[in-house]
């Protein structure tokens, strides 16, 4: 085996490996998702699912199965498929006309995965600001802001997915994806903000209600504090992708340490995305209280002026 022969086999090496612990962390979450998912479709049947928002919803959590699916099959098939025409089917050409004929394999599969990850993240925004939404039902201006930037959103991502699909220039569809995830990113803060301002508001309103030391907060204040903590936190690694995605397009090197570690967060984050929205779904059934209907008593005017006498 001559040395360049030497040097394809151990590059070989490296892509299968790259993606088989990708393979591997895709494995995990989804095991996760379709758990998670089975649990937030039996509690929607158990309780009923009633009123439009939340119906959308449910409709949204069986498109983002079916494409969470789609991904799954196309990155367990990525290894197979590489493993077949990479080393098994040998070339008169050696081991180089191999490694093309892989890569070329490989390559209707990598192009399809950009759309799962871009649907399952425009669900995921979409679920965002349907909470954002419901946590402010009278601030039109609010809505109509959230839902413009949404449209946005979409039409970044589609035309992201769509610049790979036919092949634009690096420049161009480097810039959409940088575009794609600062838009997301302002999405997801904005509606996390918009609900942390309802949750201090409230909070203010309806604190001496609860002013038992074993009871912090109010049932409607935890659920709400649990939805900014996962929004909080769902922004932190949105933001952190961001930065990783930047130092990515800078480094050329094609199996550095850096390169290795932005691929590996990279398939975590999309084992995560379709994560958040069902989880939302679980909490909002398990409350068996939508968000819509929690938040009424800031209107209410309480007396407080003279407390009930102790027993």
Not at 34 to 42: C, F, K
Not at 181 to 197: H, K, R
Not at 270 to 275: A, D, E, R, T, W
Request: charged share 10%; hydrophobic share 50%; aromatic share 10%.
């Amino acid at each position: 085996m001559t040395p360049s022969e030497v040097q394809l086999l151990v590059e070989m090496g490296n892509i299968i490996y790259l993606n088989a612990s990708g393979s591997v962390i895709i494995w995990v979450l989804y095991g996760i998702f379709i758990l998670s998912a089975t649990i937030a479709i039996y509690l929607c049947l158990e309780n009923s699912v009633k009123g439009g928002p939340r119906m959308i919803l449910v409709v949204c959590m069986i498109i983002l199965v079916l494409v969470n699916a789609w991904q799954y099959a196309l990155g367990s098939a990525e290894i197979p498929v590489q493993i077949k025409f990479g080393l098994v089917n040998t070339l008169n050409g050696g081991l180089e006309d191999q490694l093309i004929g892989s890569a070329m394999a490989v390559g209707p599969i990598n192009e399809q995965l950009d759309w799962p990850t871009a649907i399952s993240l425009m669900l995921n925004d979409g679920t965002v600001i349907w909470r954002a939404c419901a946590v402010w039902p009278h601030k039109k201006i609010l809505s109509y802001g959230l839902i413009t930037f949404m449209v946005s959103n979409i039409a970044v991502n589609v035309a992201n997915c769509i610049a790979q699909d036919i092949h634009l220039d690096s420049t161009t569809v480097i810039i959409l994806e940088s575009a794609a995830i600062l838009i997301s990113f302002g999405v997801n803060l904005t509606a996390t903000s918009a609900i942390g301002a309802k949750i201090w508001f409230h909070h203010r309103a309806t604190r001496f209600l609860y002013s038992n030391r074993k009871q912090k907060h109010s049932p409607t204040i935890r659920i709400l504090l649990l939805l900014i903590e996962s929004g909080v936190l769902f922004c932190i690694a949105q933001l952190w992708l961001a930065v990783f995605q930047v130092f990515f397009t800078q480094k050329p090197a094609t199996f550095s340490a850096f390169t290795q570690t932005f691929l590996i967060v990279n398939e975590f984050w999309n084992g995560i995305l379709p994560i958040y929205p069902v989880a939302v779904l679980i909490l909002l059934n398990l409350n068996r209280l939508p968000l819509e209907e929690t938040i009424h008593h800031n209107s209410v005017v309480v007396d407080i002026s003279a407390p009930a006498a102790r027993r």
